[in-house]
Structure formats: structure tokens, C-alpha cells
């Protein structure tokens, strides 16, 4: 049998482009050489917000007493538990969301490896031995990335944990390095922060969330410090060595001991053993599968989705990828993603969030902006929450008032950028933001104050004027 599409890899990207050429009434064929469902639900978004949000819980009852008259504690995790609960969940989600959505649609996944050969096809070899010969008309690389480690002297002989394998843990590590301070780092520092873990964060660059504004990384730094996180940024991980059981650091020149040591420097793209040269595809620096702007690769047949292409790595991206492929190569669409407006998100508490460029891409773009930033101690949600840190920022087109770029570090600070997305991908402007109804006692309402800042002083409002 000849499939309309068949589908590498079994995850965010590869379900979108199935289930949408499914809904066309079009064959599809999914193979998948570990465990279905990929990075999201196994061991990326939904494991770890789990998890975040289970360390949210802890940290609540610590920190009740900001509110007076209120008294909590909180006991020592069982982190076996809580580990066991996580897989719990990522077992029904994935049986739910996947296997059974698979059946539901009416596609079969194939368990094995899959390289491409001259054709182009498929040779799947399963895990009980054998080869079985897959055929379509276009075929769908969505295999992902992986964690990736830096070449530091003596880690791959001391270990070291990844994003992923730190979430399979049966025990709480005493103390905790993490080696990068972007979204992954923050998270997962805090994440064990929050379950009692000693933690300590290394940058190579000189402040934490190195790709959002200054004042972001800076609110992080203080919350972080807070919390007792100790932060060191400039200087990198030269050397790592095992010694009597722990994990010893060379840190700018500085021995640095912990129980583990956990890096978090990004992702790669996954196509080993796809075996993509003899089909005519190429792959870039970062070993990313190169498309052009309809997610298609040199060779026609062949198209690619998801963090595989190398463009940003969310999984709402991911899913965009899958259902435009499927549109482009069964129905000749031509569809073409604009990523100007992509909300970011990093989920720490408090969070960090964006859309559109900080005052410094947008200076790098040729664009006159000007620039205004609340602190939340303006923001009657965060006053009456007894939790001020942090801020929202906007980026504005000078003149025009456009708005362009929106950060924000807040508590629900991804349901904040939420309505700035709408924003800025209408073109609004500063005056119009001002103006716009919004309900008082949200943090949204800070996007607004936040605009008023560029013709009034919010700090001379009463609380409830607008």
C-alpha cells in the first residue's frame, strides 16, 4: 500500500500533520522508534509543569506568612511519590491524547526505526527484528530535538543529568548545579529550589534570561535570591569531576561541589540514523533539517515540522508546523507561518513572558521605539496578592505609538501576554491600550496601566481609576 503520508516521529508536530490529513479523508502511516507522544507529554511540557506546579504548592505554605494572620508549613516531599504521580499523569495523557486518538482517527503507528532510502521510502526496522518497506506520496520528518550538552571537560565521565532524566529521579538530590540560565535552567533551579534542594545556577552570559529584557533577568536574579538560590553569571563551567560520591565544578576558577549536577544549554534537533543524504536532505549547522518557508526540503517529497526544522521550540509552534505541512503537500496550499507575534513563555514564579521584539532587538531591527516599564507595585493585583516583584514592559513604535513588543515577569504572566499578543498583532497603540476596557483586580489590568505610563503617572491614580 502506498500512504498519502507517512509521519516520523509520533509527537506534537507529527499528530497535527496526521490528524489533518486524516481530516482530509487522506492515508496515514506514523512510525515512532520510542515512546509515542514525544518530547511534550513525556517528558517536556507536562511532566515539568507538573511538577513546577506541585513546587508551587510546597512554596505557597512556606511562604503563607506574607500575609498576616496566616501560619502554614510544609514537611519534607516524598519525592518517590511525587515522581510516581507525575508518570500517572503522563500515562493517561499520552494514552488519551495519543494512542487512543491514533485509533480514533484511524492510523496505525508502527514501533521501530526508520531510515530513508532511495525512492524516496521508508525502511522500518521493528524492534522484533525484520524490515518492513513504508511508502507515500510525502513523507513528514517530526522526530524533535534532544537535550544537548556542551564539551566540558570530564562531564560525560562524571554524568550529569538532563531537563529530562531530572524528572525520573527516585530521590532529592542534597544539593543541585544547573548549568544555564534561560528558560530551562529557571525552571527547573527553581523547580528544586522549591522542593528543598540547595540550588545553584551558572550563565556564561552576563544575566539570567539572556534573550528577554535586562529588567527580566534582573527580577529573576532578585527572586531568585530570594529563595536562596545562589546565581552566578559572566562565568562558565570549565571542568567536572567526580570526587567521593558528589560532582565538583570548576565555576570561573571556583570549585563548586554538589550532589548532581544538571545541564540545561539547550536543545538539538534529532535525525540520527534517518539516513537523510541519500534522499537528497540537507541539514544545517545545528543539525536541523532545512526547509524553506512552507516547511518543505530540497526534495519534494519530503517535508519536515517541529523542532526538527530548527525554528522556535514550543510545541503550539510544533502544531502549527504539522497542519501546515499537511495542507501543503496533500492540498498544495502554500501556507506560510509569520512568527512576529509568537507569545514566549518561561514558568517560573514569578513568570516570564513576551511577544514581539525587547527595546534591543527592536533597536537592532531599525526601529525608533520608545520605551516605558511598570513595576507591579503600580499593579492593584499584585498589591492586594502581597507579591510585587516583577514588572511589564512595552515597546512602542515612537510617533505612532504602535505597540510592538510586550514583556512581562508576573504572576499569570502567560495570560497576560495572552491579551498583549491580540495587541500588538492588531496594531494597537499605546493610546488605544490606555483606553481599552479591562477588569480591575487582574494582572491584564497592568497592560493597560502600563500604557497610561506613556502620557500620565499611574502612581497619582487612585486604585480603582482608569
Avoid at 118 to 138: C, D, F, I, S
Avoid at 154 to 170: F, P, R, W
Avoid at 344 to 358: D, E, H, I, S
Wanted: overall charge negative; some cysteine.
Amino acid at each position: 500500500m502506498v500512504f498519502d503520508l507517512a509521519v516520523v516521529g509520533s509527537g506534537g508536530a507529527a499528530f497535527a500533520a496526521a490528524i489533518a490529513a486524516r481530516r482530509k479523508e487522506r492515508s496515514v502511516v506514523m512510525v515512532e522508534r520510542g515512546t509515542v507522544g514525544g518530547t511534550c507529554v513525556n517528558t517536556g511540557c507536562v511532566p515539568s509543569k507538573a511538577l513546577l506546579a506541585a513546587a508551587e504548592a510546597r512554596h505557597v505554605a512556606v511562604e503563607a506568612d506574607r500575609f498576616p494572620g496566616v501560619r502554614a508549613s510544609a514537611e519534607d516531599v516524598d519525592f518517590a511519590a511525587l515522581i510516581g504521580g507525575k508518570r500517572a499523569l503522563v500515562e493517561d495523557m499520552r494514552a488519551d491524547k495519543y494512542v487512543d486518538l491514533a485509533k480514533e482517527y484511524g492510523w496505525d503507528i508502527v514501533q521501530g526505526t526508520a531510515r530513508f532510502a532511495e525512492g524516496p521510502v521508508l525502511q522500518v526496522e521493528p524492534a522484533e527484528g525484520g524490515t518492513r518497506r513504508v511508502e507515500a506520496a510525502h513523507y513528514v520528518i517530526a522526530t524533535g530535538s534532544a537535550p544537548w550538552a556542551p564539551p566540558i571537560e570530564g562531564l560525560d565521565e562524571a554524568g550529569y543529568l538532563t531537563s529530562t532524566t531530572a524528572m525520573e529521579l527516585d530521590r532529592l538530590p542534597s544539593s543541585l548545579l544547573v548549568v544555564g540560565g534561560n528558560y530551562i535552567g529557571l525552571e527547573q533551579a527553581q523547580l528544586f529550589a522549591r522542593l528543598g534542594v540547595r540550588v545553584t545556577v551558572v550563565e556564561t552570559a552576563e544575566r539570567l534570561a539572556p534573550n528577554e529584557e535586562p529588567e527580566a533577568g534582573a527580577a529573576i536574579a532578585g527572586v531568585f535570591a530570594g529563595e536562596g538560590i545562589d546565581v552566578r553569571t559572566g562565568v562558565g563551567v570549565t571542568a567536572v569531576r567526580r570526587e567521593g560520591g558528589r560532582v565538583v565544578a570548576t565555576v570561573g576558577g571556583e570549585e563548586v561541589a554538589a550532589d548532581e549536577v544538571l545541564v540545561a544549554t539547550g536543545r538539538r534537533p534529532v535525525t540520527d540514523g534517518l539516513e537523510l543524504d541519500g534522499v537528497g536532505v540537507q541539514t544545517g549547522e545545528r543539525g536541523e533539517v532545512v526547509v524553506d518557508e512552507h516547511l518543505r526540503t530540497v526534495n519534494p517529497r519530503i517535508w519536515a515540522a517541529g523542532d526538527v526544522t530548527g525554528h522556535p521550540q514550543f510545541v503550539y509552534v510544533a502544531g502549527a508546523h504539522g497542519s501546515v505541512v499537511a495542507d501543503n503537500a496533500l492540498d498544495g496550499a502554500h501556507r506560510v507561518l509569520d512568527y512576529r507575534h509568537l507569545p514566549r513563555v518561561t514558568f517560573t514564579g514569578p513568570a516570564v513572558a513576551g511577544v514581539g521584539p525587547t527595546e534591543a532587538q527592536a533597536a537592532r531591527q531599525g526601529l525608533d521605539c520608545e520605551c516605558r516599564v511598570l513595576p507591579l507595585e503600580n499593579v492593584p493585583r499584585a498589591i492586594v496578592n502581597r507579591d510585587t516583584r516583577g514588572f511589564i514592559k512595552i515597546v512602542a513604535e515612537r510617533g505612532s505609538g504602535r505597540v510592538v513588543g510586550v514583556t512581562a515577569v508576573a504572576e499569570g504572566a502567560g495570560d497576560v501576554i495572552a491579551a498583549a499578543v491580540y495587541a500588538v498583532q492588531a496594531g494597537m497603540t499605546v493610546d488605544h491600550m490606555a483606553e481599552t476596557w479591562c477588569p480591575y483586580l487582574t494582572m491584564a489590568e497592568g497592560l493597560k496601566l502600563a500604557a497610561q505610563t506613556f502620557a500620565r503617572d499611574v502612581a497619582k491614580l487612585s486604585c480603582c481609576a482608569s
